[in-house]
């Protein structure tokens, strides 16, 4: 099972940007998915998570929604109103079971988000 993240780039405050994260193997149950950051200085935090939208950083409420292609085991982060504070390594996060019944908890690529004019 791997993860890859994709869709960050660089953007002006107040622009958008859509994140994907793909999980490709052979799964057979996703338990969760998480978009996690990291900014330089800064330990990794939660952003959201799939299923827990309580968990969901108050630094992002109201601006980023999470949202999923079960079909195609797709996770999306939609970033609106980004600010330049939203500046990180963007990670996703997967707890999915293969059809062998292992479970696997495993991270993706980052991909990098800058905010700035």
């Known amino acids: 099972v791997q993860l890859q993240a994709s869709g960050g780039g660089l953007v002006e405050p107040g622009g958008s940007l859509r994140l994907s994260c793909a999980a490709s193997?052979?799964?057979?149950?996703?338990?969760?998915m998480t978009w996690y950051r990291q900014a330089p200085g800064k330990e990794r935090e939660l952003v959201a998570d799939?299923?827990?939208?309580?968990a969901t950083n108050d630094a992002v409420k109201g601006r980023f929604t999470i949202s999923r292609d079960d079909d195609r085991n797709i996770l999306y982060l939609q970033m609106n109103d980004l600010k330049p504070e939203d500046t990180a390594v963007y990670y996703c996060?997967?707890?999915?079971?293969?059809?062998?019944?292992?479970?696997?908890?495993?991270w993706g690529r980052g991909t990098q988000v800058t905010v700035s004019s």
């Open positions: 996060f997967g707890d999915i079971v293969d059809y062998s019944g292992y479970r696997h908890t495993t």
């Open positions: 193997g052979t799964i057979w149950i996703i338990n969760t």
């Open positions: 799939m299923h827990n939208s309580a």
